[in-house]
């Protein structure tokens, strides 16, 4: 079945689109404080836990002019910071919505660091999917899902690079509160199995909100049509 991927823009403002992300950015700030002002993991690990959410949002401030992005991923991008600074304030082994649950339904161990991990793989797949559909020719279908399965994946294998390379160089009570392995030999495994299923999951429930959330990008910012995409 094909059809056509067709942004239709309306001509918005750009003042009006950037509304929610400044309030999410100040949402975000304000937590920020917040968190960073006394956590009880220490503000090491806030740094080294959080610290690559905000490099990321220092990266969308640094192309907005240029590529503003639609408002469901910078709701997903808030999100997902909003998890890291729960893990970031607590240390994601020590969470008390997982030591909950762990006592709740008998875990063998506090489960926050796989909520983590999954919300590594669901939303940053539509940011890829966002920059692959309105930057480079490649159109709706299985091709586009593949490549965006395999991004999450080596982002995924990359941050557990990431832990490792935390783990030597920082002192090791902090290192090892940052790998959150948890005693088990094969987290590194599970959390990239964790992230790849999180994308192959939410891509095909949430790629029509997604297109529909692109349509409203202001129409000077918004990527020429393009047709016969397969659906």
């Not at 983590?116 to 692959?132: D, K, S, W």
């Not at 090791?172 to 299923?197: E, K, R």
């Amino acid at each position: 079945m094909t059809g056509t991927l067709a942004i239709k823009t309306p001509r918005r403002g750009t003042w009006s689109h950037a509304r929610l992300p400044l309030a999410l950015l100040g949402a975000f700030c304000l937590l920020s404080v917040v968190t960073l002002w006394a956590p009880p993991a220490g503000r090491v690990s806030w740094l080294l836990e959080v610290g690559p959410g905000v490099a990321g949002v220092v990266v969308l401030l640094a192309v907005y002019r240029r590529f503003p992005m639609s408002h469901l991923v910078y709701g997903m991008v808030f999100l997902h910071l909003c998890v890291l600074l729960y893990g970031g304030y607590y240390t994601y082994a020590l969470t008390p919505l997982g030591d909950w649950a762990k006592e709740t339904f008998q875990l063998s161990r506090n489960h926050y660091d796989r909520v983590g991990h999954v919300a590594l793989g669901v939303f940053p797949a539509f940011i890829v999917r966002e920059v692959l559909l309105r930057r480079t020719p490649l159109e709706r279908g299985g091709w586009l899902y593949f490549l965006i399965v395999s991004v999450v994946l080596a982002i995924a294998a990359f941050w557990e690079l990431l832990e490792w390379w935390v783990t030597l160089v920082v002192a090791s009570d902090t290192g090892t509160a940052f790998l959150g392995s948890q005693g088990d030999v094969w987290d590194a495994q599970w959390d990239m199995l964790l992230a790849q299923l999180g994308a192959m999951l939410a891509l095909p429930l949430l790629s029509s909100a997604h297109d529909r959330s692109i349509a409203k990008i202001p129409v000077d910012h918004a990527a020429p049509a393009r047709s016969g995409a397969p659906h």
